[in-house]
């Protein structure tokens, strides 16, 4: 099944960007739609992006639309979250996953703070 190694994450004040990386194995990732999850302290994990294989169609909940874009380079086995306008209540492990089956990656920690 395929793996992920989620990467990218770090400390950033409000307003400013983020991109997160998940590197895929075990598998080809143009084999696969992706998701973007997170999970913030004391809350559930929730999905937040949906990309299709070819990433032709994607998918943002409402608390990251217009914000936060997904792409993926299939020749790389990568996929990218890009993030911009960040807010405090962004602040989570961020997670990538196959949309279908796969394993949960360790994830990556985002902090936005002043």
């Known amino acids: 099944q395929l793996q992920v190694v989620e990467s990218g994450g770090g400390l950033v004040q409000p307003g400013g960007s983020l991109r997160l990386s998940c590197v895929v194995s075990?598998?080809?990732?143009?084999?696969?739609?992706m998701s973007w999850f997170r999970q913030a302290p004391g809350k559930e994990r929730e999905k937040i992006s949906c990309?299709?294989?070819?990433?032709?169609?994607?998918f943002y909940a409402d608390s990251v639309e217009g914000r936060f874009t997904a792409s993926r380079d299939n020749a790389k086995n990568t996929l990218y979250l890009q993030m911009t306008d960040l807010k405090p209540e962004d602040t989570a492990v961020y997670y990538c996953?196959?949309?279908?089956?796969?394993?949960w990656g360790q994830g990556t920690q985002v902090t936005v703070t002043s």
């Open positions: 075990g598998g080809t990732l143009e084999d696969y739609a």
């Open positions: 990309i299709s294989r070819s990433g032709t169609s994607t």
């Open positions: 996953k196959a949309y279908f089956g796969g394993h």
